[in-house]
């Protein structure tokens, strides 16, 4: 009989953050998975223009990616 794993519990203030937004630990990390997005866009055929942007919230204290360029 195997042993059944414990099921792990997400922390989705880590992922999303407190502002209901996609959250990024740093400035790097959210840079890196705007150019997964930019290169899969244009992979496509598509343009799109993405910024990395600071939270402003301060409950946040993520990184975040925003259509808006900046």
């Known amino acids: ?6 099921a792990r ?6 992922v999303l953050g407190t502002c209901d937004k996609k959250r990024y ?3 790097r990390a ?6 997964l997005q930019l290169r899969y866009a244009a992979d496509r055929g598509e343009a799109l ?6 939270c402003p919230k301060s409950y946040c204290g993520g ?3 925003t259509s808006r360029a900046g």
């Open 63 to 65: 990184w975040h990616l």
């Open 25 to 27: 630990p740093h400035k």
């Open 49 to 54: 223009r993405l910024s990395v942007y600071k």
């Open 1 to 6: 009989m195997s042993k059944m794993r414990k």
């Open 9 to 14: 519990s997400i922390d989705l203030a880590s």
């Open 30 to 35: 959210a840079e890196e998975a705007m150019q």
